[in-house]
């Protein structure tokens, strides 16, 4: 126990000082004593004898007792004691709800400005000693500072606190903030949470709030219609002149799109709203649609786009009232730019290799004659048709039966030989299957250094490759004068060897405009984890997870910020571009028990209970008791006194005893 008001030693020092005082003047009341009789007629004057000093001593010592402990117990009234350490050190964490919906307009500013309001009305009914930690609470709990004393620290970052791009994990940062209090060596004081709380359904019960809890809440407003998501994909029918859709062949028409809507609505009514969808600039449709309240709607659009460019979605209210929240009313994504692999082919027989090289779609190739051979030409790729050059490309390059003085060293040359094996871990015999293939003529390389097997026959080796430091492969026979001229792997291999050189031009990809926080993709099935990339938008890898929910596999990846994530698997592409604030679903609901607004009396008031009140009244009466058990024998004493005083004055001042 403690003293508020007083010190031990002050308490102590003043109780004793006015325990003297009581005792002493007990003693001076009771040093002599009068004898009160109804008449002096059996009395008689005597000597006064002489007066001897005598030990005085307490005649009523319960009575000064009981005033004593009265008089104690109001003085430890006055100094206010309290259970437990009044400046001990107590930490608070103080999570301020930063997610994307916080920047919902309110009647004043945003929510996320009634948020701090209140975060600095806690603020200042803290006691000096209390630490404060704040933690800035949306996808992931960030603590913006230590467990700080000093208040303007605090007030500060909350006033510099802005709302971000993501959605509320509530669970996590109360988590976080258990945690941070139990790594300290101080009591452990209160997690307050101030915001609107919006989380995701599925999040609602998993939430466990704990026993320190307090609720700042702020009101949500959910009146909002946003887009959710906005997808782009290359597709399989294309558009004619009049605006009609034709069915065509996806690979042919390379230049159609089609376009994917998700709107929401948030509020609790149905909404009519406007949307408009541009590219580069230009209207390419538009619909006025109703959403139901608490639901979505999808709407799909075709377009055409030959070129790269930028797709635009901005949705409107058609009654001209002001959304809620505004930053999920447009949203955009990049068409892909349709890339060729261009390809420099030195022959001295074009037609022999333009059966290979006609896929206009993806290929855009240049022929001329070795003699026309240049090392650094303006293409992705270089073929060497038979020829050997007196200096080596200065790009990735391809060579057919490469010649004595080739960067390959040839063992020997094969005749009527039979490929045997492709070696399938290489991407470059991906799907490769045909053995017993019987060549006419075949080089047979040798395997020193760096290069890669890719098909060997009983002699050995047939196609060999290098990744570095430029990508080259070599063929020990012609695919087109060979057996495989009329055999399906020649056209895999050779696509193979394009994917290799160039996966951008072969990379079939998707768009996707979605929310920023945790994404999910669903997978085909058989999906090799080794084939999957996740990549950000500076091509550094993200780490994922591959679930199985239902039956059916999901990859999971978590973007804190906004901007492009690339899923590729194998070779397909799809671009996550996480432009659009992620919104919770709804406003958790807290139970009960949890305290929830700023404490009137501060926290360390509430802490501990008043004892002062029951000191005070015990006080009061131990004094009222000792009134009525010892107070009114003194009444009588003083008023026998005044009549003996009357009697002195008559008679005179004398000493008398009884006359025996």
Sequence with gaps: MEFLNLSIGEFLAVAGVISAAVLALYLMDRSKRRQVVATMRFWTAGQTPEEMKRKRRIHQPWSLLLQLLSILLLLA??????????????????????SAWMGARARQGNLLDQAKTAALAYLASLPASDRVMLVRADALP?????????????????????????????EQAMEFAQRSQSLQGHTAGEIVFAGAGRIAQEDAELIVPPANLRMLAIPSIGE?????????????????????SNSANGAAQGDAWELFVALHNDGTRPREVSLELQFAGSAIGGKTITVPASAESRETFLFHAKTGGLVEARIRSTNGRADAFPQDDRASIDVPVSK????????????????????????????????????KPDADLVILDRFTPAAAPQVPSLWIQPPAGSPFNIRSTATKTKLQRWHEESPL????????????????????????????????????????PLKTIALGFHPLQSAMKYDLATPLLMANIFRWMGPETFRRSDVQAGTVGTVTVPLEKDVKQESIRVLDANQRALPFTLENAAGNTQLRFFSGAPGNVRVRI???????????????????????????????????AASSPALWPWLALLGALGLLADWFLYGRKRIVRVNARTNLRAGEAAFGSKTWRKAS
Excluded: C, M
């Design 77 to 98: 009234a006055i100094a206010e004691p309290f259970w437990g350490n009044r400046n001990a050190t107590r930490d608070h964490v103080l999570l301020l709800d930063t």
């Design 142 to 170: 960030t603590p913006v500072t230590q467990f700080e004393s000093n208040r303007s620290i605090v007030a500060a970052a909350i006033r510099q606190s802005q709302p971000s791009s993501s959605a509320l994990n509530l």
């Design 224 to 244: 909002n219609v946003g887009i959710r998501k906005l997808g782009l994909r290359r597709a399989a029918i294309s558009l004619s002149a009049s605006g009609t």
């Design 340 to 375: 060729h692999l261009r390809i420099a082919a030195y022959t001295n027989e074009p037609e022999l290799l333009r059966a290979l090289l006609g896929d206009k779609e993806h290929l855009d190739t240049a022929f001329a004659a070795t003699s026309a051979y240049v090392p």
């Design 429 to 468: 015999a991906e799907g490769l299957h045909t053995t017993d293939l019987q060549l006419a003529t075949a080089q047979i390389f040798s395997t020193a250094g760096d290069l890669q097997v890719i098909a060997e026959t009983a002699e050995g080796p047939v196609v060999v490759a290098r990744d570095a």
């Design 570 to 604: 194998g070779d397909r592409e799809t671009v996550y571009a996480l432009n659009l604030p992620a919104i919770g679903d709804l406003a958790w609901n807290p139970p009960a028990n949890v305290a929830r607004g700023i404490p009137r009396n501060g926290i360390a």
